[in-house]
């Protein structure tokens, strides 16, 4: 029989997996890289020898931890410095669309989430390329290694994207996406793209907090162990959340720390909150269950917000409603430039962006942020631009009338916020209620719940009449049943 382990010891090994944990999350935020001194742009061939053998061992050791052996061989290649970072800008120039960047820019201005004049291709692109490590493309199947960067650093790297590589042998990470158009595709419903991500994310982050705290001796090699086992680990990265970005995690990439706390947050949350839905998956010591989630995908980030509501089966609806009939509606010549899901993220996000708690309760007391987002079913938002005016609608369906009623809440504070010196008008009824705010301008947000759905209109011009583009969001409205993934399961272990 083992001896019981005394208060101090325990709290002690407790503390240095957290400091593991802490470590290899910081890394994923934007930790510096620690390049050794000199290192030249292009490896010699028995760096490229050496790096490639560990990565060979690499692999078969967290795929051993994980329970998935690689298929086949992975392929690998190392680059110097500057042809890896041209090769990440290559791939974000191809993957980016300017033109498109430019109207979501213009929607998140008009949502008062980014200042005007933001040049969201720039950081978008200066993110991209700022903390260059190495990388696996699951297009190419292809492994990318850095030359020259610390080794210990360089084994972190390769065990989280190596897994990357083993995930698609096994699983096919290209047919996790959605389409890329679509009420479901990539472009257009961000949310569900999001939360597959977080799926991916938080598996490999999952496998590369084992491999390092394996490596600093804390995890016994080959048991079957997990550091997804500690009842501690929820809650530490619940904190870790909850407590918002500890700035230390993010100080250390200048551009990263420069972005609003809703960036922030939406780029770190496929690693953290991915890993907490991770660790929720793995059941009694096993990664059984985990891996059956890699053929019933996760359909939104309320399913990795709530991991029980992903188990229970609560599927959100397709909601959609008609963007030429709002066009015109809201006449002046608006046409539409933008449609996406905001899910329960970033409409979190939105609400937080804007509203401190101490507003929220003292407009809706005991309400939250978080609390206002849950219970969200589905929604839709459209913008439209003519000229330099932008104007949005967006409807949102809810799980129950007390959902819709505290988001309605959050909401028409979250507008009162934004707008101090808007004149507020009222109206209540048997099914619902309605908020128009006109600001000094004379443009209007209208808010309006209609028994489990809530319809916001934002930017409504002088002009225009609130009761035709009510009626014609009401009018077109429609829902559906997302559709399932099938995902194709193991790649040919020879690769494409």
């Not at 957290?18 to 935020?29: E, H, K």
């Not at 292009?42 to 490639?52: H, I, P, T, Y």
């Not at 200042?115 to 492994?143: C, H, N």
């Not at 720390?257 to 890993?275: C, D, N």
Request: aromatic fraction near 8%; include cysteine.
């Amino acid at each position: 029989m083992n001896q019981p382990t005394s208060t101090s010891h325990a709290r002690a090994a407790r503390s240095a997996r957290a400091a593991a944990l802490a470590l290899s999350i910081a890394w994923l935020a934007g930790a510096p890289r620690a390049w050794a001194q000199g290192a030249p742009e292009a490896a010699g061939a028995d760096e490229v020898a050496a790096l490639l053998a560990e990565a060979d061992q690499i692999a078969a050791q967290v795929g051993q931890m994980r329970g998935l052996a690689p298929l086949g061989p992975i392929k690998k290649s190392v680059q110097g410095r500057e042809a890896l970072r041209a090769m990440l800008e290559a791939r974000f120039k191809a993957e980016i669309k300017p033109e498109e960047v430019a109207r979501e820019t213009a929607v998140l201005v008009q949502m008062g989430m980014l200042e005007p004049g933001f040049d969201y291709v720039a950081f978008l692109l200066d993110l991209y390329s700022e903390q260059i490590a190495g990388f696996y493309d699951d297009k190419t199947r292809e492994l990318v290694v850095i030359a020259g960067m610390d080794l210990k650093e360089q084994r972190i790297v390769m065990a989280h994207e190596l897994f990357h590589a083993i995930q698609d042998q096994h699983f096919t990470i290209d047919s996790l996406r959605p389409p890329e158009r679509g009420l479901v595709g990539g472009s257009g419903n961000e949310d569900r793209a999001l939360a597959r991500t977080a799926l991916i994310e938080g598996d490999a982050t999952a496998v590369m907090l084992d491999f390092t705290t394996a490596d600093m001796g804390m995890l016994p090699k080959g048991s079957g162990a997990s550091t997804m086992d500690n009842p501690m680990i929820g809650g530490l990265l619940e904190q870790l959340m909850g407590g918002g970005l500890d700035p230390a995690m993010v100080g250390q990439s200048p551009v990263l720390s420069s972005a609003p706390g809703w960036i922030q947050e939406t780029l770190i949350f496929p690693y953290i909150r991915g890993l907490i839905f991770v660790a929720e998956m793995r059941h009694q010591r096993s990664w059984g269950r985990l891996d059956g989630v890699y053929l019933d995908p996760p359909e939104s980030t309320e399913h990795i917000l709530h991991p029980e509501r992903y188990l229970s089966g609560d599927a959100p609806v397709l909601v959609a409603l008609d963007p030429a009939a709002l066009a015109g509606a809201l006449g002046g010549g608006f046409a539409p430039i933008y449609e996406n899901a905001q899910g329960e993220l970033r409409l979190r996000l939105w609400l937080s962006h804007h509203l401190s708690a101490k507003a929220l309760s003292k407009a809706a007391p005991g309400l939250t942020v978080e609390r206002a987002a849950q219970g969200w079913g589905g929604d839709r938002l459209y913008g439209f631009a003519a000229g330099g005016e932008v104007a949005l609608v967006g409807a949102t369906v809810w799980d129950t009338e007390l959902d819709a009623r505290e988001f309605e809440a959050a909401m028409a504070a979250m507008v009162a916020a934004r707008l101090p010196g808007a004149v507020l008008r009222k109206e209540s009824g048997q099914w619902g209620s309605n908020h128009c705010f006109e600001a000094p301008g004379g443009d209007r947000v209208y808010v309006e719940r209609w028994g489990s759905w809530v319809l916001f209109i934002d930017g409504l011009a002088p002009g225009a009449s609130l009761q035709a583009v009510r009626d014609a969001a009401w009018a077109s409205r429609r829902v559906g049943v997302y559709p399932k993934t099938t995902t194709r399961g193991r790649l040919d272990a020879e690769g494409p």
